[in-house]
């Protein structure tokens, strides 16, 4: 009964826990935790800051703005917080580094200097103005200058200048360049940037008959209407070299640079007594002198465009030189005929700042196509150079030449003469007109605009007949170039004798007092 009893109290403990609610009965198998049990580990962010297992975890220390987390933290150690160091900043808690205060880009300035909690402020600058970036401080585009592409990233560039023959059309600001007009009706400016134009005229240089007396090296004739052309001094000689050996040279050009004076040069002949004896002696050098007016010469030297050689290990010659301004390079160009170890010339350009030094003691090759040429001659429309050029060839006849020793034509793309850029579209002779298969044997061309309607003239030197040029003209440099018109002899007119001539630009004040003097 005993037992009974027992087991009975034992069932009525079961139903009652179950009733209850506990789902299962606990049993133990040793006991009540002790007292030596380790504490539960600090969540993730906190940690034990004093080892007290009766206390709670606390938070790792923020890294504030300016500062960077140098070591994190863990359940039993803090987050450890380092200053930024000089240069440097953070802008956020608990930063993983300081980042690098970078420098303002070009085109923006600095407004605020970098903190160790912010960066540098940059602001973006205006057109007009150049900032160099990092702390420079913005610079307004000078006097004379202008922010040519709307980037104050890039410098400023200096306004177009207005080169004698034009006039300012409106003036430059910071942000807008100054703008040019050509003369009109028949003026011309004398001066850079003019501001207006007077009636002008042309000056003709060109040697004369005599070309072996030192004499004949310089004369002059004028004209207004680009036509009819009167001997200056009665056909005297307006310049006359002395001093330096022979005192001969020859294919004089006369160019107006752009700040208003001049500048002569020609083919250096001092070291020749005569025709024949040039051939023994041929110079890589040319003259150069300087002149205000036409009237007075000034510094008259030698210099040296090459060292190339020639045929028989002679010094390449330097003929007929002509000047023009590079707008690209800002350099002036000189062009001139050289020939090779085989004797075959070709079109060089050297270029120089002053008429002093040459930039490139090398030439480049201007124009090559394929056969000897000399004399070349440029004009310039439609933003593009026109080069006029004698076939040096003296053939029976191809496809490639015609027979030579007469005037061809060639065209560049830009205004820039950089070298093997003219392309000679058509095979045809300016100077043979219709009739391509007969020679005329002429040389030494130069061109000229009327500036009062949209007609060139071509002139060219009859070389065989001593003295005596012919005239033809076009309204379209692009035509056929055998499609030029030749003037009958009595629609215009030369001094006798005339050879290998030249025209420059002059404005009437100019030519009257160098009709005066002479």
Same mark, same amino acid.
């Given at each position: ?76 150690? *803090? ?11 953070? %802008? ?43 702390? @420079? ?39 807008? %360049? ?22 002008? @005229? ?31 001094? !009665? ?7 002395? /001093? ?83 707008? *690209? ?45 000399? !004399? ?27 027979? /030579? ?44 605009? *009327? ?24 309204? *379209? ?31 009437? @004040? ?9």
């Amino acid at each position: 009964m005993a037992r009974s009893g027992s087991s009975s109290r034992a069932r009525f403990l079961v139903a009652l826990l179950w009733t209850s609610g506990c789902s299962d009965p606990v049993t133990t198998t040793g006991g009540d935790a002790g007292p030596d049990a380790a504490p539960p580990a600090c969540s993730e962010g906190t940690w034990d800051h004093d080892g007290e297992s009766a206390t709670s975890c606390v938070a790792w220390t923020g890294c504030t703005a300016g500062t960077f987390v140098s070591a994190e933290g863990s359940p039993t150690a *803090d987050r450890r917080c380092t200053a930024c160091p000089e240069g440097t900043f953070s %802008d956020s808690m608990n930063a993983p580094s300081c980042r690098m205060h970078a420098s303002c880009a070009p085109g923006t300035r600095q407004t605020a200097p970098g903190t160790s909690t912010t960066p540098a402020q940059c602001d973006a600058c205006p057109p007009g103005t150049y900032c160099a970036g990092g702390t @420079a401080a913005l610079i307004d585009c000078a006097d004379g200058t202008w922010d040519d592409d709307a980037d104050p990233a890039t410098t400023c560039v200096a306004w177009t200048d207005c080169v004698p023959g034009e006039l300012v059309g409106t003036e430059g600001s910071s942000t807008t %360049d100054r703008s040019c007009l050509e003369c009109t009706n028949g003026e011309h400016s004398a001066t850079m940037n003019a501001t207006s134009c007077s009636p002008g @005229a042309w000056v003709l240089s060109y040697f004369g008959p005599h070309q072996d007396v030192p004499s004949d090296s310089l004369h002059l004739a004028y004209s207004t209407d680009g036509l009819h052309w009167s001997a200056v001094a !009665d056909g005297r000689p307006a310049y006359q070299l002395t /001093g330096m050996g022979t005192n001969h040279i020859r294919d004089p050009f006369l160019f107006r640079k752009n700040d208003g004076t001049y500048v002569y040069i020609a083919t250096d002949w001092t070291l020749s007594n005569n025709d024949s004896n040039y051939w023994n002696n041929p110079s890589s050098k040319i003259f150069v002198a300087d002149s205000t007016d036409l009237i007075t010469f000034t510094s008259p030297r030698l210099i040296t465009l090459t060292n190339l050689q020639g045929p028989s290990a002679t010094p390449m010659h330097a003929w007929a030189p002509e000047a023009y301004y590079d707008p *690209d390079r800002k350099l002036y160009a000189i062009i001139w005929s050289g020939n090779d170890a085989t004797g075959a010339n070709r079109i060089y350009v050297s270029y120089t700042e002053d008429f002093v030094t040459i930039v490139n003691p090398t030439p480049d090759v201007l124009f090559d196509p394929g056969y000897s040429v000399i !004399d070349a001659t440029i004009t310039q429309w439609n933003d593009r150079n026109y080069l006029f050029f004698k076939d040096e060839t003296d053939s029976s006849g191809s496809a490639l030449t015609g027979s /030579g020793k007469d005037i061809q034509i060639a065209r560049s793309s830009t205004l820039a003469l950089d070298p093997a850029t003219f392309t000679r579209w058509s095979p045809d002779y300016i100077t043979r007109g219709s009739t391509q298969s007969r020679r005329r044997a002429t040389e030494g061309p130069f061109v000229i605009k *009327d500036p009062r309607q949209n007609r060139w003239y071509l002139f060219a030197d009859y070389y065989l007949n001593g003295g005596v040029f012919g005239c033809w003209s076009t309204t *379209d440099l692009d035509a056929d170039p055998g499609s030029w018109t030749e003037l009958p002899s009595e629609q215009y007119r030369f001094p006798s004798g005339v050879r290998h001539a030249n025209a420059v630009r002059v404005t009437q @004040a100019e030519l009257d007092a160098i009709i005066a003097h002479y």
